[in-house]
Structures are given as structure tokens and as C-alpha cells.
């Protein structure tokens, strides 16, 4: 009786049995019943179990009568303590037994589970217990014998090997010379997409949405150097002639020696002398034709008067005529022209009040007093260019000069005899110094060279102000005013009162909470919807942020979030780079848009207009083509 009452509990212990198909059946209550028949059976083949070896624990039923259903306890995970289960309960059919005509099949079963353990032990494994219904109704339940499992480790033979502890997963670091090829052909995949998509949606929209009072601004700013140089026709009667011959009269000589003008009729302009003997580092230096400018070889001169005069002059000389217009630079062929790079033009208008009035040019004394000198003089619709010397100037005449920047400048204190049209200095700002690119280049180059070469002691900053400083040495910068007048204040204090905002926001952790919360939101929707998700959050974050925090803070989320779901990161990295690159919604997001700010005389509003469309369309594409670059 005490037996009984044991194996009652037992199987009250089991979760409920299932009798599948005998709801509706009318059923009486049986009796337990003590069988045997149990069995262990290891799946593997082995002399004893070891750790985590799966064995088959059920029982054998023999000539079970056809009809007779079974309900077997539903056991989740554990069948005892360190015993787990791998596969629920499987019934085999191993022999039909046929009967004489009219009478039941008789049938061999077989039925288990299997189990496993990740403990070394002697385990007494639980009683099996399974509900019986006959073809009667009658419900019995049958126990079966317990039996005992002994899980061993692995056995060590001590004679030949020691016993070690178990060693962790071994893990290779990833060289960058294996990363490298693929991140990098990635990136050119994706940078040519987004290179297409761009240029596809800046044609048209920069037509529709640029401001067009900009356009209308940028024709009433005046005439341009060039403009002024064509409009007087000053290249018409411009020619060069170079001093190539050593044996030249001219060399040793200056200008007022020359007495060209008193001679020939022919005024000096201006003088360029190279620099340099290697044509990569060669530069040309461009200097106003002074009294006392002593002429050396190889200089070119620039002329303005008579064809044949000018011949003359060159022939007396033993002088080049350019008259195929060779470049004193490199050789090559170039038209004539007047370049502006020291020196520059600018138009005067002499006031009704002037003492200039009923005065020539040369006893006006520009050269003398100003060191600029008159190109031509526009008098109402006449333009006069020859014979400048003696012509006599009238009350509204405009005259084109040619100096230096600074002198120019300085005849606005005349204010009484004529005043300056335009601004020269703003005029020379715009003037671009092409002659002195090489000289720059290399000093660039240097100045990186010290700041990656950790071989030389020279800190980066270092670096910068030494670069700094022989860009104005050089005159590749006309001076430190000049420098500072280039400087765009604007973005500088932009990018000054957005520091502490981006920091605020990086401290404070609400660029963590808010991507954590898009990504909370998203995680149950799909690795698509989720990457999208991830892509908004830091293309929105890094409107307000550097792209590089920004990368840094979403990296590790976008990372976590593919892991949690079980994808690749591949596509959800790609999408952090991307999103954090591109931000054109705004001047401030990266250094590229604060550049051209200023040069192309962008507002805050532009950006948005045409960047904040060009954003969501980029988030679009990103979507659809990173998942099918690199699949989840």
C-alpha cells in the first residue's frame, strides 16, 4: 500500500497527461500499475556515458491490443536536477501481431525520451508513468521501474598526459590587411551610388531652389579685371619682348637709361622676372616698370604703343619679340594677355573741381607720385590709347591705371582731383595668385610631411604656423591683413557655439537615449526596418554633432542591435558611416559645408532647401541598397 501511494504522488508531480482524440469517450477510472520493461539506451557508441552524451530513457510494451490509446506527461526542460531534456517523447511501432479473423492486432511499442547531463554523477532517474486507455474506456495508469544513470568525464590516461583545465575558445584578431580590401572596395561601391544619386538630383534642383536675387547681385557687382582690360582694348596695343641674349644692350641697364618712351613712343608696363630653374618650382614675379628697375636676362617686358615701333625697339636691343606669344614661364603657347596677380587696374574719374584739367599725363606726374601708370583714357564714348603722354585731360574722363594694389588703394586720398571707381582692395582679395601655387603646394606638402612623420620632433600645430608663416613670406598670402580679411568670422562662431551644444548632448547621454529609444521601438520589426531606424537616428544626430561623435556613439547600438537579432552588422555599420557622412541639411554638420559657406554666399536657409531633401533622399536609397550590398 505505502508502494501505491508513492507512485500516486509521482504522478502528480508530471505536468497533465494528454489523451489526443478521447474527449468525447466515456471513461472509468482505473488502477496503477507496476510494470518493468524500463530502459537506458546511449545513443552514442561508448563503454560508459560522458558528459553531454544524449541517452534514450523509456519503456517497452508488448502485445499491446490495436485501439488501445496512450497519454504521455508533457516534461519541459528538466526531468531532475542536471538531467535535461533534449527531445520529448517518441513512440515507436517495433512489431504487429495478427490475430485470427474478427479479433484486435497485437502490437510491440517502444516509447521515450531523450536526456542528457553536462554534470558528472550517479543520478537515480524518476519513475516513467503513462496513462492506459483500453478499447473499453478503462483508464490505467502504468509505472514503470526507475532507473540509475552514471555520467563520467572524459577518462585521462595519468601515465602519459597530465590533466589541465579547460582552455576558452581560442579567437584570431581580423588583420587590417584582410579588413582593408573589403571595407574599402565597400566604400567605393557606396560612394559611386551616392555620387550618382547626388549629381541626378543637383542638376535639376539647384535650378529650381538657388535663389535668384543672387543672380541679379552678382551682375550689378561691376565690371570684372578682365572686363575693364577688354573694354579699352589695352591687348590690342600689348606686346612683350623678352631679354633671352646675354650680349642685349639692355641688360644692366633701367628703364629711365632706356629713355624708351622719348625714343620710341612706347610706354613700359610692367616686368616679369622667373625664379627657379626647375619648371616644377619655377614662379614668375610681376613688378610695375620703375625709373630705377634694373633690367636683367631673361626678363620679359610688357610693352604698349606701335607694332613697329615696338619692333624697332626690340631689333636696336637684341631683344625677343613674343609675337607668338611663347609663356616666360614653361614655353608654351599663350595668348597675350594681362594677368593680375601683384599688380592690378583700376578706372578714376577726374572731378570738375581737378587740377588735372587742361593737364597731360606726364606732367600730371602718376608715375612719380603714385608709381601706377594710365593705360587708356575713355572719354565719353572715345577711348584714346595712343599717345597718352601728351594727351590733356578733361573734366568727366576716366582713366584706366595700372599699379600696385596699394597704390591704387592710396589715390583715394585725392579725393579732390578725381575719385577711385570701385574698391581695390576688395578687388585684389578675388584675385587669385596662380604664379605662386607651386610655392604653396610645397609648402603644404611639408607641412604635412611634419605633422605624419612621427620621426620629426615637430608638434602639428607647430606644424600649421610654420606653414602659415611662409605662406605669407612667399607671398603666396599678399599679407597678414589680407590673411585675416579671408577668414570667415561667421563660421568660426558658428562652430564655436555649436561645441558646446555637441558636447552637452554627448554628456548628458541624450544622443544615447534617443537612438536607444528608436532602436527599442524598432528591434521587433524586421532588420530592415530596424537598420532604418538606426540610419534616421544618426543622420538627425549628426545635424547637431560632428560626424565623428556621432559615428562613435552609434557604432556600438547599431552593433548590438544585429547581434540581438541574430543578422549580420555589415549593413547596419555601413549605414552608421554613411548616415554620419552625409548631413547637407545644415552649414555646421561637417567642416566641407562651413567652407563654401562664405565663398559661394550660402544662407542657413539654403541648406535646408536644397541639403534637407538631398538628406531624406539619400536615407531612402542607403535603405534599400546597403541590405542588398551586404545582406543581413
Not at 561508448?46 to 497519454?71: M, N
Not at 541626378?200 to 565690371?223: Q, R
Not at 622719348?262 to 616698370?289: D, H, K, M, P, W
Request: proline residues 5%.
Amino acid at each position: 500500500m505505502r508502494k501505491v501511494l508513492i507512485y500516486i504522488l509521482l504522478l502528480f508531480s508530471f505536468p497533465a497527461f494528454t489523451l489526443a482524440g478521447e474527449a468525447d469517450r466515456p471513461q472509468m477510472k482505473g488502477q496503477v500499475v507496476q510494470m518493468t520493461g524500463s530502459f537506458l539506451e546511449q545513443l552514442q557508441e561508448r563503454d560508459s556515458v560522458l558528459i553531454a552524451d544524449q541517452v534514450r530513457y523509456g519503456f517497452d510494451l508488448q502485445q499491446v491490443e490495436e485501439g488501445t490509446r496512450f497519454g504521455f506527461p508533457q516534461i519541459k526542460d528538466t526531468l531532475m536536477t542536471n538531467i535535461r531534456i533534449v527531445e520529448n517523447w517518441r513512440v515507436d511501432t517495433l512489431k504487429v501481431r495478427k490475430q485470427k479473423k474478427g479479433q484486435s492486432g497485437l502490437l510491440d511499442l517502444r516509447a521515450g525520451i531523450t536526456i542528457t547531463s553536462f554534470d558528472e554523477g550517479i543520478y537515480i532517474l524518476p519513475p516513467l508513468a503513462v496513462q492506459r486507455l483500453s478499447k473499453d474506456g478503462v483508464v490505467d495508469t502504468l509505472v514503470f521501474d526507475p532507473q540509475k544513470l552514471e555520467v563520467k568525464t572524459m577518462p585521462v590516461d595519468t601515465a602519459t598526459f597530465k590533466p589541465h583545465d579547460i582552455k576558452a575558445q581560442m579567437t584570431y584578431p581580423v588583420t587590417f590587411r584582410e579588413v582593408a580590401p573589403w571595407v574599402a572596395g565597400g566604400l567605393a561601391l557606396v560612394g559611386l551610388i551616392v555620387l550618382a544619386v547626388g549629381i541626378l538630383y543637383l542638376l535639376p534642383a539647384t535650378k529650381m531652389l538657388a535663389p535668384k536675387e543672387k543672380a541679379k547681385d552678382a551682375k550689378k557687382g561691376g565690371k570684372s579685371l578682365k572686363e575693364l582690360v577688354k573694354e579699352y582694348g589695352v591687348t590690342e596695343n600689348l606686346f612683350r619682348v623678352h631679354i633671352k641674349n646675354h650680349d642685349s644692350k639692355a641688360i644692366g641697364q633701367t628703364v629711365v637709361d632706356l629713355n624708351i618712351y622719348r625714343e620710341y613712343g612706347i610706354n613700359v608696363l610692367e616686368l616679369r622676372r622667373s625664379t627657379g630653374q626647375n619648371r616644377f618650382v619655377r614662379t614668375v614675379n610681376q613688378q610695375l616698370a620703375s625709373p630705377d628697375l634694373v633690367l636683367k636676362q631673361n626678363d620679359v617686358l610688357y610693352l604698349s604703343g606701335d607694332l613697329e615701333m615696338v619692333t624697332k625697339f626690340a631689333e636696336d636691343y637684341s631683344l625677343r619679340l613674343l609675337d607668338n606669344h611663347i609663356d616666360e614661364i614653361d614655353g608654351s603657347s599663350s595668348n597675350a594677355s594681362m594677368d593680375f596677380f601683384d599688380i592690378g587696374v583700376a578706372e578714376i574719374l577726374i572731378m570738375p573741381s581737378s587740377s588735372m584739367i587742361n593737364r597731360t599725363i606726364i606732367d600730371a606726374g602718376f608715375r612719380s607720385k603714385f608709381s601706377v601708370n594710365v593705360l587708356g583714357i575713355r572719354r565719353k564714348h572715345e577711348y584714346i590709347l595712343n599717345d597718352l603722354g601728351s594727351v590733356k585731360m578733361h573734366d568727366g574722363d576716366v582713366l584706366l591705371v595700372q599699379g600696385a594694389w596699394k597704390d591704387i588703394a592710396r589715390m583715394k586720398s585725392e579725393s579732390t582731383n578725381w575719385v577711385v571707381l570701385g574698391e581695390p582692395l576688395e578687388a585684389a582679395s578675388k584675385v587669385t595668385l596662380d604664379h605662386k601655387a607651386p610655392i604653396a603646394a610645397a609648402i603644404m606638402i611639408a607641412m604635412i610631411v611634419m605633422m605624419v612623420v612621427e620621426g620629426i620632433p615637430v608638434a602639428p600645430v607647430t606644424s600649421v604656423l610654420l606653414a602659415a608663416v611662409l605662406m605669407v613670406i612667399t607671398g603666396c598670402v599678399r599679407s597678414v591683413e589680407a590673411a585675416y580679411k579671408t577668414i570667415n568670422w561667421q563660421t568660426i562662431v558658428l562652430f564655436a557655439a555649436m561645441l558646446p551644444m555637441s558636447i552637452a548632448l554627448e554628456k548628458t547621454g541624450v544622443s544615447e537615449m534617443i537612438s536607444g529609444a528608436i532602436v527599442t521601438g524598432l528591434g521587433g520589426s524586421g532588420p530592415r526596418l530596424l537598420m532604418a531606424g538606426i540610419y534616421a537616428a544618426t543622420s538627425v544626430m549628426t545635424i547637431f554633432i560632428s560626424n565623428t561623435v556621432t559615428a562613435v556613439l552609434m557604432a556600438p547600438i547599431a552593433l548590438q542591435c544585429a547581434m540581438q537579432i541574430g543578422v549580420s552588422p555589415v549593413p547596419f555599420m555601413f549605414a552608421v558611416t554613411v548616415a554620419a557622412s552625409m548631413c547637407f541639411a545644415s552649414p555646421f554638420s561637417t567642416p566641407p559645408n562651413a567652407l563654401v559657406m562664405s565663398a559661394g554666399q550660402y544662407t542657413f536657409m539654403d541648406y535646408v532647401k536644397v541639403g534637407l531633401p538631398l538628406q531624406i533622399l539619400m536615407g531612402v536609397v542607403m535603405v534599400i541598397v546597403l541590405p542588398l550590398l551586404f545582406p543581413f
